[in-house]
């Protein structure tokens, strides 16, 4: 045997062991990737187990701190307003006693207030009745400027027809002075 027949049987031995090698570690792969998959898949169910289990357990120490802060509130609250409640109640009788009379000082003042709208609303009436009156004596004045204007209109028409008649007398008498001056003439040469 020669070295090639050596090299025909180990190229085929190495080609064969390094795909034996090949698919050896694929399959480990396959399997680790197939046991991380799994572990994944377990994680993530027992997770969200988990999670639901956390936040109740969250939600129940938050309901249990938002009691002991409300309590907590109470009781600060209640200390509070027993320290200031003699103040408060101190300052709310000066307040009350304050607005008492500043109440009665309005009062006072709303009374006054009163009068002078009453006072106010008889000048108004008194006013209206006067300003009526004058509306009624200004109606009746208008009606005799209109009966004036109408009997000056009348008057107007009366001057214009005596104008006319003036006018027309006055032609007549021109025209009787014209016969009359013509008609002397020859009187006087009659009689002379």
Known sequence: MGFGSLIYYIVPAVVLG???????SITLDNADLTYKLNESNLASKYASSQLQEVSKKMAEEISVKDQF???????FLGQSLQLEFSELRNTYQ??????ENLGKKYQTELGNCNKEKEELKKNIEKTTADLKTSQDKSGELQKKLDESNKSLEENKKNLEESNKSSASLKAKVEELEKKIAASTPAAEAKST
Do not use: P, Q
Request: charged share 20%; proline share 0%.
């Open 69 to 75: 802060f409300k309590d907590f509130d109470l009781v």
């Open 18 to 24: 390094a795909t034996v090698y090949y698919s050896w």
């Open 94 to 99: 000066f307040v009350l006693k304050n607005v």
